[in-house]
């Protein structure tokens, strides 16, 4: 089965950290809407979606994908490069996923 793993958009979404473009407005609301269609999109591909929440106090959270390598046996997580999304905590025991650190 096609497992997604997402997270809730932060109410500090607008602190992101960016390297090639210039901060504009973010409106939060729009940005959860977006998400979540963005996870029925994925639903309705056959993934089964997981949604974290445990992450919001981090602006770059809702992008869960950036420090993982998934093989058919194993997921590996990496070190996030930017600082500022390093105090990220995974919690993966929701998943069937084996994480190597």
């Given amino acids: 089965m ?3 793993i997402t997270h809730l958009p932060s109410p500090k979404l607008q602190e992101c950290e960016l390297t090639f473009l210039e901060s504009e407005t973010i409106d939060i609301e729009k940005a959860k809407e977006q998400h979540k269609n963005y996870c029925s999109m994925l ?3 056959g993934a089964k979606v ?3 929440d445990e992450n919001l106090a981090c602006p ?3 992008f869960v994908e950036d420090p993982i390598i998934v093989f058919d046996e194993v997921a590996v997580l990496t070190s996030m490069g930017v600082e500022s ?3 990220r905590v995974p919690r ?7 994480i190597v650190t």
């Fill in 43 to 45: 639903e309705r591909c």
């Fill in 2 to 4: 096609l497992l997604a």
């Fill in 85 to 87: 999304r390093r105090a």
């Fill in 92 to 98: 993966w025991e929701k998943s069937s996923l084996l």
């Fill in 60 to 62: 770059d959270s809702v």
């Fill in 50 to 52: 997981i949604v974290l």
